[in-house]
């Protein structure tokens, strides 16, 4: 029998998983070009921006400071960035997770990365969110909406 796979348990295992998740990336007919032809990433500053990234969501240390969003955003008008994009992205981050990890912090990193993908998702192509369409909203939400006075004008 294989040994178990060990859980994502600092900085090391970070570095090994954005390592294997951007090599398969880069191979992806998707994905590959938008990192390589589209943005024309340099991996010299991409892949340890991205250690740092993963180690302040998932440790809240590593120090990253950059702003996701717009660095997507402006993908945006360049090239296709739909919902196609993004779960092949989610499909290929799960299965290196899993092929490298498994426990408590291999989850949560997949289901961090999976709501991330989502919002990020929804804002560059300005999807509004269907959970704040008011045609959604629940009987009680709308009566409490109405009942609402704002305190602070
Ligand atoms: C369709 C899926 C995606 C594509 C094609 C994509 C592509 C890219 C590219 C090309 C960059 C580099 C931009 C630049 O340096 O100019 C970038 C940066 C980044 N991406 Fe993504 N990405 C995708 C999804 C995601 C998701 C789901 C996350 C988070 C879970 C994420 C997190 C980041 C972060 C943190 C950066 C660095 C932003 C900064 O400069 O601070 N990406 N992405």
Redesign the pocket.
Known sequence: MNDPLPDLDGRSGIERLVNAFYGRVRSDDL?GF??DDV?G?DWGV?LP??YA?WETVLFRSGGYT???LA??A??APLTA?GRP??DR?LEVFRATVDDLFAGENAEHIKSC?AD??NV?HLKINRIPDPRLDPANLTPEQRARYAAYKSTTR
């Open positions: 994905l938008i990192f943005a990433v991409h921006k991205m990234f950059g702003n996701p660095a997507h402006k993908l960035m994009q993004f992205w990365a991330m993908a990020i």
